[in-house]
């Protein structure tokens, strides 16, 4: 099982990124997908969330309407697109699958993500 994060880097403030993910080694199609990011000296959270069936996403209140997740099964391939980005989106983002049947979890390495003039 694979989860292989990209897209991260250094960003003024106001800035765009897409982060990607590319998942292999399980039915990408069959898993819920979010991505987290954590913070120095701060605990990991949920960023953005996007189910395996449906088009219910779900988003931190403080990434509301500046970033969107999106998905494409044929690409086993979950997006993030950041847009507006404050220094305090600085962090290092990670991707994660989850089995709503089986509760199993896969966790990418992370892409460190950096918002600063």
């Known amino acids: 099982v694979q989860l292989v994060e990209s897209g991260g880097g250094l960003v003024q403030p106001g800035g765009s990124l897409r982060l990607s993910c590319v998942a292999s080694?399980?039915?990408?199609?069959?898993?819920?997908m979010s991505w987290y990011r954590q913070a120095p000296g701060k605990e990991r959270e949920l960023v953005a969330a996007?189910?395996?069936?449906?088009?219910?996403?779900n988003y931190a209140d403080s990434v509301k309407g500046r970033f969107t997740i999106s998905r494409d099964n044929a690409k086993n391939s979950v997006y993030l697109q950041m847009s507006s980005l404050k220094s305090e989106d600085t962090a290092v983002y990670y991707c994660n699958a989850r089995s709503p049947f089986t509760r199993r979890s896969y966790w990418g390495q992370g892409t460190q993500v950096t918002v600063s003039s």
């Open positions: 080694g399980f039915t990408f199609s069959s898993y819920d």
């Open positions: 996007i189910p395996s069936v449906g088009a219910s996403t």
